[in-house]
């Protein structure tokens, strides 16, 4: 579960005013907005890489508002994938859980399960230059769900591919957040990619939310 509680953040001109809600878990949540509404600087505060002025943040439960980002256990997809180009895709998969110390053996069982569920196996070796952009959005995907996160955030992450290859990536993102039971909360300017994964569905702009039904309208308080 993700909970935000009166959160201000400032970022020059701009700020983040007042904002709460939350997201039950399990639910996949869509937020949409103008750009420059502060939807990225929402997340990047819920991942701890923008400093909270002042509110709460809490996942499952606790109060994380201080902590680093590496300690919320958040798995986090930027707009730009932020792909490492000296790692291969396995070694991309395995960067996570080295982190965390997780033993080589079930690090390989972990990178070999999910790059099956990913359909990913067959590029296991392949370089990050060597990919396409539905191939890279996979491998992005991937490092951010293989240490089982408590929380997904995504960015714009398909923003860039095609129509095609963006609906398999809908299905994709939506039979795994579902099989693994991961509370999500996904940026897009995309009306059809809110209709085909959201749960919930939340407007920001000019730095105020307010929730949305599925059909786009908002739900009066």
Aim: aromatic share 4%; proline share 3%; net charge neutral.
């Amino acid at each position: 579960m993700i909970e935000v509680r009166n959160l201000n953040v400032r970022q020059g001109q701009f700020s983040v005013r007042d904002v709460s809600f939350t997201i039950e878990a399990g639910e996949y949540a869509i937020l949409m907005g103008t750009t420059g509404g502060g939807k990225t600087t929402l997340l990047e505060s819920i991942c701890g890489l923008r400093q909270v002025h002042s509110g709460k943040i809490l996942l499952d439960g606790v109060d994380v508002t201080t902590w680093l980002p590496g300690d919320r256990g958040l798995g986090y997809v930027p707009q730009d994938l932020a792909l490492f180009p000296h790692l291969n895709v396995s070694e991309h998969l395995a960067f996570a859980l080295k982190l965390r110390k997780v033993p080589r053996r079930e690090i390989r069982q972990r990178v070999d399960e999910l790059s099956k569920l990913l359909g990913i196996e067959h590029l296991i070796d392949r370089t990050i230059k060597r990919l396409s952009g539905g191939e890279s959005q996979r491998v992005a995907l991937g490092r951010a769900l293989v240490f089982r996160p408590r929380a997904l955030l995504l960015d714009e992450p398909f923003s860039a591919l095609d129509q095609e290859t963006r609906s398999e990536m809908h299905t994709l993102v939506r039979r795994l957040t579902r099989d693994f039971g991961i509370t999500t909360l996904h940026v897009t300017h995309s009306e059809e990619e809110a209709l085909a994964l959201a749960d919930r569905r939340f407007l920001l702009k000019h730095g105020n939310l307010t929730e949305l039904n599925l059909q786009g309208l908002p739900i009066e308080s």
